[in-house]
């Protein structure tokens, strides 16, 4: 062992020890004043970063019997993020295999992360343990696959109850249910659309995804390496689709969920869903909302509104802009949405105004792709499930000021572009603490603009903007609160969604909604993001306050990590094992 | 450097040197007396294994100056098949980067591996070389992805001439096609069935792959990991149909190739093809054909065929044995499809008779699958490029005595199976030299059965066994030589097919088929493969006799590795690189 090595292992061999007695160690000189250890369903069965040596030692003391971590070993000092001070480990608990990061100064861990890896006896069949699937023996009455594959689809659902329910077959939904059908946990998904896909084929049709396509891999079967950087809607709404058969998915299209009750006693749903227009009734132990982290659309109840002559709808209606030559369009907005729609309005040929009413963040697309080429993710040596922990290692208030930095950076080599923007009238933005566009998403995922072209266009003029209040809607279009006016064919609303608490409470009841509180968000203070601070997703890929009551969401690489870690924790619970849950005491007044 | 490797890299050094001069060179200082010298097109642009050191001496004179091989580097010393006396090496040619394997007897080749891996400057854009896809800029009349694809779709083959027209768009046409696509080579696939994938969905309902699936994979897009080891036709259909998907191929379902003439002077082909009822012409400067190599089906002119009051039909034919309860059916032939056949008549409940007529060679699909376990394609942490080539090593002589040995050695561990099987009267066979299974395979892909299951049948009487040459067919059935009598309501000609030269001659013509000549088999002298001794498949992946044919075909295994030799022979072709093909001398009379 190198002397590199020899301190990472004298401070692993500490904590191991202390984790054997917890209220004796002195965690103080195992960690340092400032310190965060972030757990992803190791030691808490939960997804929780604990700030402060007290907040450690106080999870230490209420899991670390429980959980029974041990065999603490230093991983290979050739991985990524290993020197003399961080270094790659493995553990087990009493149930999983567990890899963690550690960060030291001075001999003290400043950062430490843990993360569930797979069950004990429920690994995946991979490999060597992958099954034969058939018996090289003649039998009479033998069925075929597609014999067999109709008889699962049929019995799914209705002779056969799900273990879990996921309702939403976007790539969130899929992805969950394909990792829990590799873990042998029968899963059905639900999606209101037809086919699978839908969630992507029928949005507009110049939409591509924002991320380079080597963050964009789903679990188990990656993109073809010659697909070009950005995915079309339409070629992600067939990977979909051909996702849900490669991965065997028992997926209900046209299947919208009506009411979901949670029986206490028997730990069990009773969850009304209409299929093709019947009613039916499925009895899951578990349900994942995969629906996004978004409400109904909202709508803001402008004066006047109703007597508007033209076409106006919102934006999530906004089917693409053919027939809208010469039609005079405004966008009212100035976010993803509100871009996206007002370029592909101009791009048919319309006369295109776009009402910004609150400041935006901006960041170019092709800078921020440029940008990912140095990511983990885009070196092929790199395994995209360490690129995901990689990515884990550093928690959200240590990474503010890196954020902060990163968006200074953006500023910096984009300065042209950005006076430009501005000397259009456009109010740029860079958060109330300007830490830029991820901190945005975190927060609230709202906000901000990844410019795809669209900028360009305002800046140029060519997408006229209009800032402030609008006063009201008239026959003819949109009265301005200074009194101009814009006159208007079509009015989009890009006006965003309603909380998606109000979900819950649709679904389920306003109780369990208001039980479960805000889904999404760090509890950062800031706008749209009300404390107290949290220090992870609230409610995301973790327990909720509701037994039995999950949310999966977030983008493809959030989709595709923490989908690992949802699937595992509902794995346990199938099998019974023991996944108690930390609970950290309330933050103090 | 280790001692290890100084040897090999001594001698990788006066191999270079020997190339620099090879008129002057000492081939039989570097070659031992029995040896091979393999190329993959790397410096023969074709593939041929050369023996012995005259051979050796005379493809060094003809090509070195012309090739320009140089850079000889030893790789890796941690990859397989690597110690003292063997190791890996790349080198360039004037276009090529290259890969080889040298196994050293007393300092001197006994066996040389050379096999081409991409053209320079021309490499597949890949990883980092991958193309952006999107422009991040508005622009009117911008053209959406299934805008754009349906445009490409509809000039490919009318406005716009493939450079490359493959015919079958089974594995290896759309193998091909794949990477010809990678590769920028305007590409076209015809088959004559209207679903991508219906080469498999339409055959017999109980049909699985016979190899794991590990061995199975196709380029850019391994199947997932969870897949059963043995892939059941129709999931292998559904495959295909995605792979032309994924893989952006040009495909042209329910069109058959009528005719094909080859202007010698335009260098182009003329290709009369019907699609979906119209006549078209095609003119593509590369013709391939990856129809199987099979000829017509082969029916024998039994006496009295015309009278038997039941059905007939050829095993082809054979869509399953639904409705056969309780019927008679004899199957006449003992391999493969009359095996598979037979079970699927006794699954459904019929009294099936096989007519054994000639001896055959068995192995149990059980016990091969076990075997493949210890592949290098088994192993995860050997990427499956890399598997091929070590499977291409040892050439098919020296490749014998192994051969014998497994075949062997399989009859030793199933002894018990072959003693049954024995004993029911089946006429076992090991091949007249005893290398077993896969001697039979190369030298004429028939004569044997990969057990799932009909053995056991057999063995124990539940299909019943008739042996002998066939007298006649009457009214009710089959009448043997020796008298017996078969009464039957159904017979199935499980009888093989015609040879593949009778395809060319009949689309091509008689001329450039007897030019080209037989297709498949090594030259072994043995029944069905004729010599003289050629060493590698004739015909297969390289030049044949006539400019502009080629043919793609074989199991799974050669559809992807050599796919690849093809695919960038093609490509050099089409780029004007010089393709100098060596042309061994005649062998002595």
Redesign the interface.
Known sequence: MTDQQQTLADWLRGFERALGEPAAADWSALFADECWWRDLVAVSWTIVTLEGVDAIAHMAAAQAQAIGAHGFALDDPGLPLSDAEQGWFTFETGTARCRGHVQLAEGKARILLTAIVELIGHE?????R?????????????K???EQRAERAAAMGTSEQPYVLVVGGGQNGLQLAARL??LGVPTLVIDAHERAGDCWRKRY??L?LHDP?FLDHFP??PF????????????MA?WLE?YV???DIAYWGGTRCAAARYDEARGEWTVEVERDGERLTVRPKQLVLATGLSGAKYVPDLPGAERFAGRQYHSADHRGGAGMAGKRCVVIGSNNSAHDIA?DL????AEVTMIQRSPTIVV???TMSELA?HLPY?N?AVPIDFADLMGAVTPYRPRLAAEKGFSDYLRQIDAPFYERLAASGFDLWHGEDETGFFMAYFRRAAGYYI????S??VASG?IALARGEIAELTEDGVAMADGSMLPADLIVYATGYRPFSERIAELVSPEVAAKVGRCWGLGSGTEGDPGPWEGELRNMWKPTAQDGLWIQGGNLMQARFHSLHLALQLKARMEGLATPIYRAPPPLP
Chains 1, 2 share one sequence.
């Open positions: 995946e069949p991979t490999g060597a992958r099954p034969q699937g058939l018996e090289h023996r003649a039998a009479k009455g033998r075929t696959w597609p059908g590799r049709p110049s591509h396509i188990y079967l073809p390496e010659h697909w070009p950087l950005f995915t079309p809607k339409d070629r067939d051909h058969e490669a991965m370029v101009w791009e048919h040929g170019r697309a092709d080429k885009a092929p410019d795809v072209g669209g360009e266009l060519a």
